[in-house]
């Protein structure tokens, strides 16, 4: 499978506890971005990475999130000492950016559940 | 500002056409989506219209985008009992970081 993998699928967790997840994108794919989902609402920007270099953070992204892509391939993405209201799907989708490209389509992964009790 | 708006729901009978409806408030806007979302899953990108174009068919599925009105909708001729699942409307906007907007999506639900 050659698509975007997020891992894990879900991820249950109590207040306060930190979580790291995972994306894996698209091999040839030079941008990847964060985006959260709540119920009944759409997808939410929460970051975005050229490469290795984070070029967008949305206010969403407290100072309890932080995202890395350290070899410009997978991301991980943390949020320490959860809260309730962290609970949604966490998706990660890629794209590959070029000049002319064309309409940037992005290629979602299956999306991390995280619940916070 | 940047805001989407589309109707929540929509019921049809398995054969019918369906018809989503998004309208969108920023006129800078260049590229437009449709994307499907089936439970439990992440979003799969239908189809897109190009901000200068009205129309665009792809098999079953017809976007037309009113530019005047803001207005953009899909249609999906001879709607399957598989076709049941949410659909959102996206815009990008000129100049930007191609980060789209999207709308609350609006669930179909396809029925015998």
């Known amino acids: 499978d050659t698509g975007v993998s997020q891992d894990p699928r879900h991820k249950i967790t109590k207040r306060g506890q930190n979580v790291t997840f995972r994306c894996d994108p698209i091999s040839e794919h030079n941008r990847l971005y964060w985006y959260r989902q709540t119920l009944g609402q759409g997808p939410e920007f929460l970051t975005y990475?050229?490469?290795?270099?984070?070029?967008?953070k949305s206010r969403l992204l407290s100072d309890r999130f932080s995202a890395e892509r350290p070899k410009g391939s997978f991301s991980t993405l943390e949020i320490q000492r959860t809260e309730q209201g962290d609970s949604a799907m966490y998706l990660c989708?890629?794209?590959?950016?070029?000049?002319?490209?064309?309409?940037?389509?992005?290629?979602f992964g299956p999306g991390t559940r995280l619940t916070v009790l | 500002g940047e805001d989407v708006e589309q109707s929540l729901f929509l019921s049809v009978r398995e054969g019918d056409s369906s018809v989503i409806n998004c309208t969108y408030t920023d006129s800078s806007s260049t590229y437009l989506y449709w994307y499907k979302q089936e439970p439990g899953a992440g979003l799969q990108l239908l189809t897109y219209i190009f901000s200068n174009m009205d129309m665009k068919q792809d098999q079953r599925l017809t976007v037309l985008l009113n530019k005047k009105d803001k207005h953009l909708s899909l249609r999906i001729a001879d709607t399957q009992t598989g076709d049941s699942a949410i659909y959102f409307c996206a815009e990008i906007l000129s100049g930007g970081s191609y980060i789209p907007t999207f709308g609350r999506g609006t669930s179909l639900i396809v029925h015998p």
């Open positions: 990475f050229q490469n290795e270099a984070q070029l967008e």
């Open positions: 989708a890629s794209s590959l950016s070029a000049a002319g490209a064309g309409s940037n389509e992005q290629f």
